[in-house]
């Protein structure tokens, strides 16, 4: 290369770097900002809703929400501080007495539920007879009808199978 190719070189290089660096992190968020803004199709300039949540409107006059990693707001702590905040005034409380009632409202219904799914499991299991039910008549002449049949009531098991696992996982974190 020749000399003086290289100190044009170099000197771009610098002008470069040095273009980039004064402005910090804070140039980088800042494009960052922008690139996530174009991204989600913004018009106008973004506006910081919370933390790094930022709001703006789209050309086909929606608001696009979208977060910026790395951006939060001054002194939430990294969005601690909105879990802590107290509740505003008005808004409606319940005391304790009033939400264990619920709480017991919501586990004998889910008793409930889950009984009712214990009995309709033991329907459909006993419908699809591990695998063989005895085929209808008509499924004897068309052994496609038998096949869709079985598999609708294995299906049929498996989901009320489903259904009482969540269930009782539901009523152990409720415990």
């Known amino acids: 290369m020749l000399p003086g190719a290289r100190f044009l070189a170099i000197t771009w290089c610098a002008y470069a770097c040095c273009w980039c660096v004064p402005g910090g992190s804070g140039s980088a968020a800042a494009a960052t ?56 005034s008005g808004f409606p409380k319940v005391d304790a007495t009033t939400q264990k009632g619920r709480d017991d409202v919501r586990r ?22 591990n695998g063989a039910p005895p085929p209808t008549v008509e499924e004897q002449n ?15 098991v498996s989901l009320h199978e489903k259904n009482i696992e969540a269930l009782k996982k539901e009523l152990a974190a409720r415990r």
Not at 112 to 125: D, H, S, T, W, Y
């Open 33 to 88: 900002l922008a690139t996530r803004a174009k991204e989600s199709g913004c018009t106008g300039r973004p506006t910081r809703v919370e933390g790094s949540t930022y709001k703006c409107v789209t050309q086909s006059g929606y608001t696009a929400y979208f977060n910026v990693p790395g951006m939060t707001g001054e002194g939430d702590g990294g969005g601690s501080a909105a879990r802590s905040a107290p509740s505003p």
């Open 108 to 129: 004998k219904v889910l008793n409930e539920e889950l009984v009712a799914e214990q009995k309709l499991l033991e329907e459909a299991r006993a419908a699809y007879s």
């Open 142 to 156: 068309v052994p496609q009808r038998y096949a869709e049949r079985v598999t609708r009531l294995r299906q049929t």
